[in-house]
Protein backbone atom coordinates (compact mmCIF):
# COMPACT_ATOMS: atom_id res chain seq x y z
CA UNK A 1 0.00 0.00 0.00
CA UNK A 2 1.13 3.55 -0.76
CA UNK A 3 1.73 6.52 1.42
CA UNK A 4 -1.26 8.37 1.96
CA UNK A 5 -2.12 11.16 0.05
CA UNK A 6 -2.97 14.97 1.02
CA UNK A 7 -3.58 18.20 -0.72
CA UNK A 8 -2.84 20.36 2.02
CA UNK A 9 -3.72 24.43 2.37
CA UNK A 10 -1.71 27.04 3.90
CA UNK A 11 -3.10 30.71 3.44
CA UNK A 12 0.03 32.18 5.50
CA UNK A 13 -1.49 35.78 6.71
CA UNK A 14 -4.24 35.94 4.53
CA UNK A 15 -8.07 36.63 4.52
CA UNK A 16 -10.18 37.64 6.96
CA UNK A 17 -13.26 35.70 9.00
CA UNK A 18 -15.64 36.31 6.04
CA UNK A 19 -13.27 35.35 3.51
CA UNK A 20 -12.32 32.31 5.50
CA UNK A 21 -15.98 31.55 5.54
CA UNK A 22 -16.63 31.79 2.20
CA UNK A 23 -13.65 29.80 1.01
CA UNK A 24 -14.81 27.06 3.03
CA UNK A 25 -18.51 27.21 2.20
CA UNK A 26 -17.45 27.35 -1.51
CA UNK A 27 -15.05 24.65 -1.07
CA UNK A 28 -17.29 22.11 0.17
CA UNK A 29 -19.58 22.51 -2.07
CA UNK A 30 -17.19 21.64 -4.89
CA UNK A 31 -16.59 18.29 -2.82
CA UNK A 32 -20.12 17.86 -2.79
CA UNK A 33 -20.58 18.05 -6.14
CA UNK A 34 -17.67 16.78 -7.79
CA UNK A 35 -15.97 12.90 -7.46
CA UNK A 36 -15.17 11.47 -4.35
CA UNK A 37 -11.81 11.99 -3.42
CA UNK A 38 -9.74 9.30 -2.28
CA UNK A 39 -6.90 11.46 -0.58
CA UNK A 40 -7.20 13.80 2.46
CA UNK A 41 -7.52 18.01 2.02
CA UNK A 42 -7.01 20.31 4.87
CA UNK A 43 -6.20 23.90 5.16
CA UNK A 44 -4.11 26.10 7.79
CA UNK A 45 -5.56 29.45 8.58
CA UNK A 46 -3.99 32.03 10.51
CA UNK A 47 -4.68 31.18 14.07
CA UNK A 48 -7.36 33.08 15.10
CA UNK A 49 -9.73 31.52 12.30
CA UNK A 50 -9.22 27.99 13.01
CA UNK A 51 -12.02 27.70 15.35
CA UNK A 52 -14.45 29.10 12.14
CA UNK A 53 -13.10 26.82 9.61
CA UNK A 54 -13.09 23.71 12.19
CA UNK A 55 -17.05 24.20 13.04
CA UNK A 56 -17.67 24.65 9.25
CA UNK A 57 -15.94 21.16 8.07
CA UNK A 58 -16.47 19.14 11.01
CA UNK A 59 -18.18 15.85 10.23
CA UNK A 60 -16.99 16.32 6.86
CA UNK A 61 -12.78 14.79 7.05
CA UNK A 62 -11.89 18.12 5.94
CA UNK A 63 -8.37 18.52 7.85
CA UNK A 64 -7.73 22.03 10.11
CA UNK A 65 -4.33 22.97 10.76
CA UNK A 66 -2.14 25.43 12.45
CA UNK A 67 0.94 26.99 10.34
CA UNK A 68 3.24 27.15 13.93
CA UNK A 69 3.02 26.10 17.69
CA UNK A 70 4.97 26.22 20.21
CA UNK A 71 6.16 22.76 21.59
CA UNK A 72 5.38 24.26 25.51
CA UNK A 73 1.94 22.67 26.92
CA UNK A 74 2.04 26.13 28.62
CA UNK A 75 3.49 28.91 30.27
CA UNK A 76 5.17 32.45 29.63
CA UNK A 77 5.90 32.56 25.96
CA UNK A 78 4.34 35.52 25.19
CA UNK A 79 2.01 35.69 21.49
CA UNK A 80 2.85 31.86 21.27
CA UNK A 81 0.28 29.00 21.03
CA UNK A 82 0.40 25.32 22.47
CA UNK A 83 -0.25 21.65 21.14
CA UNK A 84 -2.42 21.58 23.97
CA UNK A 85 -4.69 24.57 22.82
CA UNK A 86 -4.60 23.90 19.21
CA UNK A 87 -5.92 19.93 20.62
CA UNK A 88 -8.46 21.81 22.63
CA UNK A 89 -10.22 23.99 19.35
CA UNK A 90 -9.56 20.17 17.05
CA UNK A 91 -6.36 20.93 14.97
CA UNK A 92 -5.20 17.75 12.87
CA UNK A 93 -2.58 19.34 11.89
CA UNK A 94 0.39 21.42 12.44
CA UNK A 95 2.64 23.35 9.72
CA UNK A 96 6.18 23.07 11.33
CA UNK A 97 9.44 24.49 10.13
CA UNK A 98 8.02 26.38 7.34
CA UNK A 99 10.84 28.43 5.17
CA UNK A 100 9.08 31.51 6.50
CA UNK A 101 9.63 30.32 10.11
CA UNK A 102 13.35 29.37 9.51
CA UNK A 103 14.00 32.52 7.64
CA UNK A 104 11.99 35.05 8.54
CA UNK A 105 12.00 34.35 12.26
CA UNK A 106 15.15 32.41 13.16
CA UNK A 107 13.94 29.33 13.60
CA UNK A 108 16.40 26.62 14.17
CA UNK A 109 16.36 22.91 13.27
CA UNK A 110 16.90 22.53 17.08
CA UNK A 111 13.93 24.34 17.67
CA UNK A 112 11.98 22.77 14.95
CA UNK A 113 12.76 19.34 16.22
CA UNK A 114 11.34 20.16 19.56
CA UNK A 115 7.96 21.17 17.77
CA UNK A 116 8.12 18.10 15.72
CA UNK A 117 8.27 15.82 18.69
CA UNK A 118 5.64 18.32 20.58
CA UNK A 119 2.98 17.39 18.26
CA UNK A 120 4.03 13.63 17.61
CA UNK A 121 3.55 13.83 21.86
CA UNK A 122 0.51 15.58 21.56
CA UNK A 123 -1.07 13.45 18.07
CA UNK A 124 -0.95 16.10 15.59
CA UNK A 125 0.24 15.19 12.72
CA UNK A 126 3.32 17.08 11.27
CA UNK A 127 3.66 18.47 7.82
CA UNK A 128 7.46 19.33 8.67
CA UNK A 129 8.90 21.33 5.87
CA UNK A 130 12.40 21.02 4.70
CA UNK A 131 14.39 22.87 1.36
CA UNK A 132 17.35 24.34 0.10
CA UNK A 133 17.28 28.27 -0.68
CA UNK A 134 18.52 29.49 -3.75
CA UNK A 135 21.78 30.36 -2.93
CA UNK A 136 22.34 26.67 -1.49
CA UNK A 137 21.03 25.00 -4.57
CA UNK A 138 23.63 27.50 -6.61
CA UNK A 139 26.39 26.00 -4.31
CA UNK A 140 25.39 22.60 -5.09
CA UNK A 141 24.22 22.17 -1.20
CA UNK A 142 20.57 20.96 -1.93
CA UNK A 143 21.57 17.19 -0.67
CA UNK A 144 23.56 18.06 1.86
CA UNK A 145 21.03 21.03 3.59
CA UNK A 146 17.99 18.28 2.69
CA UNK A 147 19.93 15.92 4.37
CA UNK A 148 20.63 17.84 7.55
CA UNK A 149 17.22 19.17 8.20
CA UNK A 150 15.91 15.55 7.83
CA UNK A 151 18.42 14.60 10.29
CA UNK A 152 16.21 16.12 12.89
CA UNK A 153 13.70 12.62 12.65
CA UNK A 154 16.48 10.82 14.47
CA UNK A 155 15.72 12.24 17.75
CA UNK A 156 12.07 10.82 17.40
CA UNK A 157 12.15 8.31 20.83
CA UNK A 158 10.81 4.79 19.86
CA UNK A 159 7.59 4.88 21.04
CA UNK A 160 6.72 7.73 19.08
CA UNK A 161 8.57 5.91 15.72
CA UNK A 162 5.53 4.56 14.35
CA UNK A 163 3.00 7.82 13.79
CA UNK A 164 2.33 9.48 10.66
CA UNK A 165 4.17 12.28 9.52
CA UNK A 166 4.45 14.59 6.64
CA UNK A 167 7.16 15.95 4.88
CA UNK A 168 6.70 18.54 2.52
CA UNK A 169 9.80 19.51 -0.05
CA UNK A 170 9.50 23.33 -0.15
CA UNK A 171 12.33 24.67 -2.01
CA UNK A 172 12.48 28.35 -0.85
CA UNK A 173 13.08 29.75 -4.29
CA UNK A 174 10.03 27.88 -5.39
CA UNK A 175 7.61 29.28 -3.04
CA UNK A 176 5.67 32.35 -4.13
CA UNK A 177 7.17 33.04 -7.01
CA UNK A 178 5.41 32.01 -9.57
CA UNK A 179 8.37 29.40 -11.10
CA UNK A 180 7.99 26.16 -9.91
CA UNK A 181 10.64 23.60 -9.25
CA UNK A 182 10.97 21.17 -12.81
CA UNK A 183 9.54 17.87 -11.85
CA UNK A 184 12.86 16.65 -12.53
CA UNK A 185 14.38 18.57 -9.76
CA UNK A 186 11.09 17.89 -7.90
CA UNK A 187 11.67 13.50 -8.46
CA UNK A 188 15.46 13.70 -7.10
CA UNK A 189 14.45 15.97 -4.04
CA UNK A 190 11.59 13.39 -3.12
CA UNK A 191 13.86 10.80 -3.89
CA UNK A 192 16.39 11.82 -1.45
CA UNK A 193 14.12 12.93 1.52
CA UNK A 194 12.62 9.53 1.15
CA UNK A 195 15.53 7.26 1.12
CA UNK A 196 16.55 9.76 4.42
CA UNK A 197 12.90 9.71 6.21
CA UNK A 198 13.22 5.98 5.95
CA UNK A 199 16.12 5.51 8.32
CA UNK A 200 14.36 6.88 11.39
CA UNK A 201 10.69 6.13 10.60
CA UNK A 202 8.27 4.48 8.54
CA UNK A 203 4.82 5.79 8.37
CA UNK A 204 5.41 9.02 6.20
CA UNK A 205 4.07 10.88 2.95
CA UNK A 206 6.27 13.24 0.98
CA UNK A 207 4.51 16.35 -0.39
CA UNK A 208 5.91 18.66 -2.48
CA UNK A 209 5.33 22.70 -2.26
CA UNK A 210 6.24 25.84 -4.06
CA UNK A 211 4.64 27.30 -7.00
CA UNK A 212 2.06 25.02 -7.70
CA UNK A 213 -1.24 24.69 -9.80
CA UNK A 214 -3.10 22.61 -11.48
CA UNK A 215 -1.19 21.64 -14.31
CA UNK A 216 2.04 21.12 -11.71
CA UNK A 217 -0.23 19.15 -9.45
CA UNK A 218 -0.97 16.76 -13.09
CA UNK A 219 2.54 16.41 -13.56
CA UNK A 220 4.20 15.58 -10.18
CA UNK A 221 0.99 13.30 -9.05
CA UNK A 222 3.27 10.31 -9.67
CA UNK A 223 6.30 11.15 -8.02
CA UNK A 224 5.23 12.83 -4.95
CA UNK A 225 2.47 11.70 -2.20
CA UNK A 226 0.63 15.40 -2.66
CA UNK A 227 1.15 18.85 -2.41
CA UNK A 228 0.87 21.93 0.43
CA UNK A 229 -0.46 24.47 -1.68
CA UNK A 230 -0.03 28.57 -0.84
CA UNK A 231 -0.97 31.16 -3.50
CA UNK A 232 -3.34 29.39 -5.57
CA UNK A 233 -4.83 27.74 -2.69
CA UNK A 234 -6.67 30.91 -1.82
CA UNK A 235 -9.04 30.38 -4.91
CA UNK A 236 -11.49 27.32 -3.65
CA UNK A 237 -11.62 26.46 -7.29
CA UNK A 238 -7.89 26.13 -8.19
CA UNK A 239 -7.64 24.13 -4.70
CA UNK A 240 -10.16 21.99 -5.81
CA UNK A 241 -8.78 21.62 -9.24
CA UNK A 242 -5.24 21.05 -7.74
CA UNK A 243 -6.77 18.71 -4.74
CA UNK A 244 -8.82 16.53 -8.44
CA UNK A 245 -5.10 16.20 -9.90
CA UNK A 246 -3.35 14.91 -6.96
CA UNK A 247 -6.06 12.16 -6.80
CA UNK A 248 -4.81 9.36 -8.32
P1 LIG B 1 3.16 29.17 -2.86
O1 LIG B 1 2.23 28.08 -3.35
O2 LIG B 1 2.53 30.52 -2.80
O3 LIG B 1 4.46 29.15 -3.61
O4 LIG B 1 3.53 28.81 -1.34
C1 LIG B 1 3.98 27.54 -1.03
C2 LIG B 1 4.11 27.39 0.42
O5 LIG B 1 4.94 28.05 1.04
C3 LIG B 1 3.19 26.47 1.10
O6 LIG B 1 3.57 26.25 2.41
Given at each position: ????????????????L???????????????????????????????????????????G????????????????????????????????????????????????????KK?????????????????????????????????????????????K?????????????????????????????????????????D??????G??????????????????????????????????????
Open positions: MGAERYVLANFKMNKNFEVKKWADEFLSLLYKGKKLSLKVGCAPTFIYIKALKEIVIGTFLVGAQNMHFEEKGAFTGEVSPTQLKDIGVDFVIIGHSERRNIFGESDELISLLSALKHNILPVLCVGETKEEREKGETEKVLIKQISILSKIPDELNQKIVIAYEPVWAIGTGIPATKDKIEKAVELIREEASKFIKFSVLYGSIDEKVAEEIKDICDGGLVGTASLDPQKFYKISQNFDV
